[in-house]
């Protein structure tokens, strides 16, 4: 059984930053099978892509984060990160991460990013 848990969410004025992370555990092997990603799920809106880093290390990015996010991954430590900068009011969500193999996907349950002044 694969666990998800974010970390690293809060408060934050517009311009600010915060670094974002998934631990993942079970299998000792699985995050190097994985391809991870980032969505987010604003209050009213449907869940939306941010970023993914497959297991090969290619990244790829929404519009609306690139040049401001960071997607990131160590197997070693088997954590998924996500850099943010330029915090925006509108980048206010849950953030979400998310792990897919071949046979399964599995969601964490979220943590809460805020932009606000």
């Known amino acids: 059984q694969v666990q998800l848990v974010e970390s690293g969410g809060g408060l934050v004025q517009p311009g600010g930053s915060l670094r974002l992370s998934c631990a993942v555990s079970?299998?000792?092997?699985?995050?190097?099978?994985?391809?991870m990603a980032w969505y987010r799920q604003a209050p009213g809106k449907e869940r939306e892509f941010i970023a993914r880093?497959?297991?090969?290390?290619?990244?790829n990015y929404a519009d609306f984060v690139k040049g401001r996010f960071t997607i990131s991954r160590d197997n070693t430590k088997n954590t998924l990160y996500l850099q943010m900068t330029s915090l925006k009011p509108e980048d206010t969500a849950v953030y979400y991460c998310?792990?897919?193999?071949?046979?399964?996907?599995?969601w964490g349950q979220g943590t809460q990013v805020t932009v606000s002044s």
């Open positions: 880093i497959t297991r090969s290390f290619t990244t």
């Open positions: 998310n792990a897919r193999t071949g046979i399964s996907t599995d």
């Open positions: 079970g299998s000792i092997s699985f995050i190097s099978s994985a391809d």
